[in-house]
């Protein structure tokens, strides 16, 4: 069994920075991608950002390009979503997945394997 342990949410006021960590239990595990999801209350879970695992290539929601940035450390086994400027819009619970085959589809949640509990993040006003 796969764990995706994630840390870093919290309370920040808008224009704030926080950082989420996203760690995978196994020793090993052959993953094409990572991603960020987020969903707040009452809206669908809704893609945030994307790494391939090998070559480290990115890609963003446009709600967030510009002032998230998404990172991976290998010998971690570990991803990271870095979110500067942030916005009251951008509260919900974010959660990081692990998408083990290859996919042009790294923005949709059916393509993902494992999943995180979820942390919350809140952007106060």
């Known amino acids: 069994q796969v764990e995706l342990i994630e840390s870093g949410g919290g309370l920040v006021q808008a224009g704030g920075s926080l950082r989420l960590s996203c760690a995978h239990s196994?020793?090993?595990?052959?993953?094409?991608?990572m991603g960020w999801f987020r969903q707040a209350p009452g809206k669908e879970r809704e893609f945030v950002a994307a790494i391939l695992w090998s070559t480290a290539n990115t890609y963003y929601s446009e709600s967030v390009k510009g002032r998230f940035t998404i990172s991976r450390d290998n010998d971690q086994n570990t991803v990271y979503l870095q979110m500067n400027s942030l916005k009251p819009e951008d509260t919900a619970v974010y959660y990081c997945?692990?998408?083990?085959?290859?996919?042009?589809?790294?923005?949709?949640?059916?393509?993902?394997?494992?999943w995180g509990q979820g942390t919350q993040v809140t952007v106060s006003s």
């Open positions: 997945a692990a998408n083990l085959q290859y996919t042009t589809l790294l923005y949709a949640t059916s393509r993902y394997d494992y």
């Open positions: 196994a020793r090993t595990l052959s993953t094409y991608g």
